[in-house]
C-alpha cells in the first residue's frame, strides 16, 4: 500500500441507541465523541439507528407480508393491465 494516502484504520466502538448495545470493531470511521471501553481503553464511538441488535430481520420480529392477497386484491379491483378478452 502506498504511505499517506489510506484513512487510518483503528478500532472503533459502534453503539445501537435503540438496542442498548454496542461493540468493537476496527473501521475507518471517525468521530469526536469517545467511549471508556469494559477493557479500559477510550475508543471513538459511533451512534447508529440500528443494527443487527435491533433490525427486525436478525430480531425475528419481522413481519410477512401477503403478497399474493395483495396481488389478488389490486386485480380485482383495477383488472389485469393489457388482457385480451
Known amino acids: 500500500m ?3 494516502i489510506h484513512p ?3 478500532p472503533v466502538v459502534f453503539r445501537d441507541r435503540a438496542a ?3 461493540f468493537l470493531t476496527r473501521s475507518t470511521a471517525t468521530s469526536d465523541k469517545t467511549v471508556e471501553w469494559e ?3 477510550t475508543y471513538p464511538v459511533i451512534d447508529v439507528e440500528i443494527s443487527s441488535a ?3 430481520f436478525y430480531t ?3 413481519r410477512v407480508l401477503d ?3 395483495r396481488v389478488e386484491r389490486f386485480e380485482r379491483r383495477y383488472g389485469r393491465a393489457g388482457r385480451k378478452p
Do not use: I, V
Open 2 to 4: 502506498k504511505p499517506g
Open 8 to 10: 487510518e484504520y483503528r
Open 20 to 22: 442498548d448495545y454496542a
Open 39 to 41: 477493557d479500559g481503553n
Open 54 to 56: 435491533s433490525h427486525p
Open 60 to 62: 425475528g420480529t419481522q
Open 67 to 69: 403478497t399474493a392477497g
